[in-house]
């Protein structure tokens, strides 16, 4: 069984005592979590030991970076390392955000980079997905993602595989209040599996998680979680909000 996930990601918001008090009301709602089901919270690294300490014996709770550097250090002065983010008990790292990709100039080759990175020092990549507005318009998103996927990560084996979580968030949906439905969402994570049951077998492609993200929020999660290829979300401003985001874990499958 593939896990089903709720992944925050915060990207560059809130002070040090906002964090501090989402962490707090996150913790007060007291969530039941089954074994299948995981909450990662990809908070700006800054914040990550006060994460990390809070969440300290909670279990399938994780703290996540939002990106890393694909070298294992070096003179690269202002960046961080997988292996640093493991040194603090950080062990998955979102990578590809369309925001990196967009104003970072993040290149599908880099990112191969990095997912290899993360993958050899036994980290977890949340490997991020999707297309343009311009492409789904023209209805090409298929070959765009497949493309994306492609050149980023098939040159990993199949045991590297399956320890990637696949985010699949369409650009003209981040953040813009406009969700795709549940059929859009269900229709490409159907072919996004597809394609690694093509290169992998069905077998691995069962297995790999591929979380939805774009508009997700309180009053949308349940029916676009329900799919049957969609295994949970990756969220950003309802992150933000400790009683949406409570609820948008409740909305995840057993
Ligand atoms: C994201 O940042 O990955 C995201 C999906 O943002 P939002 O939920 O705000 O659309």
């Known amino acids: 069984m593939r896990k089903q996930?709720?992944?925050?990601?915060?990207?560059?918001?809130?002070?040090?005592?906002?964090?501090?008090?989402?962490?707090?009301?996150?913790?007060?709602?007291?969530?039941?979590?089954?074994?299948?089901?995981?909450?990662?919270?990809?908070?700006?690294?800054?914040?990550?030991?006060?994460?990390?300490?809070?969440?300290?014996?909670?279990?399938?709770?994780f703290v996540a970076a939002q990106n890393c550097?694909?070298?294992?250090?070096?003179?690269?002065?202002?960046?961080?390392?997988?292996?640093?983010?493991?040194?603090?008990?950080?062990h998955h790292i979102i990578l590809g955000h369309s925001e990196r990709r967009e104003f970072f100039a993040e290149s599908d080759s880099l990112l191969a980079e990095k997912t290899e990175a993360v993958l050899a020092i036994g980290s977890t990549p949340i490997f991020c997905c999707g297309e343009p507005l311009s492409i789904r318009e023209a209805e090409t998103q298929n070959s765009f993602v497949e493309a994306q996927l492609k050149n980023a990560l098939f040159q990993l084996s199949a045991d590297q595989i399956v320890k990637v979580v696949i985010a699949y968030e369409p650009i003209w949906a981040i953040g813009s209040g406009k969700t795709a439905t549940s059929e859009q969402a269900q229709e490409i994570h159907a072919y996004i599996r597809s394609v690694f049951a093509a290169k992998y077998g069905q077998n691995i492609a069962d297995q790999i998680s591929i979380l939805y993200g774009g508009s997700v929020k309180a009053a949308n999660a349940k029916e676009i979680f329900s799919q049957p290829d969609v295994d949970g979300g990756l969220v950003g401003g309802a992150s933000l909000i400790a009683t949406e985001f409570a609820a948008i874990i409740n909305a995840l499958k057993p």
Request: proline share 3%; hydrophobic share 45%.
């Open 5 to 61: 996930i709720a992944a925050a990601n915060w990207k560059m918001n809130l002070s040090h005592q906002e964090a501090d008090s989402l962490l707090d009301q996150l913790l007060a709602s007291q969530h039941h979590l089954s074994s299948n089901q995981a909450v990662i919270l990809a908070v700006p690294a800054i914040y990550i030991p006060l994460a990390v300490q809070k969440l300290n014996g909670k279990s399938n709770i």
């Open 69 to 90: 550097h694909q070298k294992s250090n070096g003179a690269y002065t202002g960046e961080i390392a997988a292996s640093m983010y493991a040194s603090v008990g950080v």
